[in-house]
Nanobody, 122 residues
Framework: EVQLQASGGGLVQAGGSLRLSCAAS????????IGWLRQAPGKEREGVSC????????YYGDSVKGRFTISSDNAKNTVYLEMNSLKPEDTAVYYC???????????????WGQGTQVTVSS
C-alpha cells in the first residue's frame, strides 16, 4: 500500500526552526515529485515546497522562499523540509504528498500523508 508519513512537527517560538520528515513507501519513489502543502484553520490548502525525486529540482511558495529548504534522501525514500525563521503565520497542518510532477495545487497530487501539526507562537 502507498504510505506517506509526515513527522517532526511541534510547538516553537517565532524565529525558531523545525525539520519535518516525509517517509514514503509503496510506490517507486524516484518516479514522483514530493510536495509539502499546508492548511491553516479557515484557509485553503497552500503549496509550500516540492522536490522532484529524480533530478532534485526544487520549488518554493513565495511566502516561504528564503526560509525553508526541501531536500531528499532517495536511499531512505524520505523528503525533508527544514523550516527556519518561523513566523506565527506558518502555523498549520503540514502534509506531504506525491505527484507525477511538482505542483503548488493540491488536486494535482495523487497520494497524501496524514499531516503533522506545526505551531509557531509569538
Amino acid at each position: 500500500e502507498v504510505q506517506l508519513q509526515a513527522s517532526g512537527g511541534g510547538l516553537v517560538q517565532a524565529g525558531g526552526s523545525l525539520r519535518l520528515s516525509c517517509a514514503a513507501s509503496g510506490f517507486t519513489f524516484d518516479d514522483y515529485a514530493i510536495g509539502w502543502l499546508r492548511q491553516a484553520p479557515g484557509k485553503e490548502r497552500e503549496g509550500v515546497s516540492c522536490i522532484s525525486s529524480s533530478d532534485g529540482m526544487t520549488y518554493y511558495g513565495d511566502s516561504v522562499k528564503g526560509r525553508f529548504t526541501i531536500s531528499s534522501d532517495n536511499a531512505k525514500n524520505t523528503v525533508y523540509l527544514e523550516m527556519n525563521s518561523l513566523k506565527p503565520e506558518d502555523t498549520a497542518v503540514y502534509y506531504c504528498a506525491a505527484a507525477s510532477h511538482c505542483s503548488g495545487y493540491g488536486p494535482d497530487y495523487d497520494y497524501w500523508g496524514q499531516g503533522t501539526q506545526v505551531t509557531v507562537s509569538s
